[in-house]
């Protein structure tokens, strides 16, 4: 029995990288019965079934560090989130719950906006302020122009990293960029809705010459908050924890409560009005996802 690491999973089939061999698998009836799937990212043991055609079956999935559910990938440490400048524009809201859902996951983040050579009306200062503030590394990157890929690859260096973002804000050609040897299909931009089309359909990961792995993940545009409950949100704004830890009341929600520092960090600038805005949009929008999904 051999230990490898699952690099690709298509259609039941799952492609686990064993002492620089990808061998295809099939998992065990086993893991049905049990109801768990084999994740791309999962640490198993793999019986070869036929050296020649290179052919296993996965035995054993050894115990996930972590465990995303969009993309359904295992054993990340951290995420690189893609926002385009422009064409499409970021949309800062979609990028707070992408950090919210990071952090609930325990991931490390660093955030990077791409298409630096678009940058007309972005502002970006303002927004990497807003970011470094709350404590993530930011970046601005070109593929075309190689602006900021020098230093993305060093944050990538000797881990498994999630790319993620929106479709069309350039995750494949940063990591084109990055390694050409991937040669990643890229996406277009439709003219009429400024928005990308899907061009990877599956989660895969991809080895850096540097050690790194990385996981190539389908794009998305929307993400659902009902896996966060309302009292734990503050909890992954990082840029709340000591002055939360300051707050009159140990359970204060940071809205309405008296004596939270919170706020009072809000108006003496120690935390940026956008992140705070962003903190009340989501919690609002929890709770009243909630309130709807009581209804049924």
Not at 81 to 90: C, D, E, Q, R
Not at 170 to 176: D, M, P, Q
Not at 194 to 213: C, D, V, W
Not at 276 to 283: E, G, K, P, V, W
Request: net charge negative; with cysteine; glycine share 8%.
């Amino acid at each position: 029995m051999d230990y490898g690491i699952i690099f690709k999973g298509i259609g039941g089939f799952y492609y686990v990288k064993y002492n620089q061999t990808v061998y295809e698998c099939k998992a065990r009836g086993k893991f049905k019965n049990q109801k768990v799937t084999p994740l791309v990212g999962d640490y198993v043991k793999i019986s070869i079934l036929d050296e020649e055609e290179k052919l296993g079956v996965i035995e054993e999935i050894l115990e996930r560090r972590t465990e995303l559910l969009r993309p359904s990938v295992a054993n990340v440490e951290q995420a690189i989130i893609v926002f385009s400048i422009k064409n499409p524009l970021p949309n800062m809201i979609l990028l707070d719950k992408m950090l919210v859902l990071a952090e609930h996951s325990g991931l490390e983040v660093i955030i990077c906006f791409n298409k630096s050579d678009l940058d007309v009306d972005f502002d970006y200062d303002k927004y990497e302020h807003i970011y470094r503030s709350a404590g993530y590394p930011v970046l601005k990157t070109c593929a075309i122009q190689g602006d900021g890929i020098e230093e993305l690859s060093q944050y990538l260096e000797g881990k498994i990293t999630v790319f993620s973002g929106p479709s069309g804000v350039g995750k494949s050609s940063l990591l084109n960029a990055i390694h050409e040897g991937f040669s990643l299909q890229t996406g277009e931009i439709s003219e009429k809705i400024k928005r990308g089309k899907h061009t990877t359909r599956h989660s895969e990961l991809l080895e850096l010459n540097n050690g790194g792995i990385v996981v190539d993940t389908p794009g998305f545009t929307s993400l659902s908050m009902m896996e966060i409950e309302p009292e734990e949100l503050k909890v992954y704004f990082p840029e709340f924890r000591e002055a939360g830890d300051n707050c009159r009341f140990d359970n204060c929600m940071h809205v309405n409560e008296p004596g939270c520092e919170v706020k009072e960090a809000v108006e003496s600038g120690g935390i940026t009005r956008e992140r705070y805005d962003a903190y009340q949009y989501i919690l609002t929008e929890i709770n009243d996802q909630r309130r709807k999904s009581k209804r049924w």
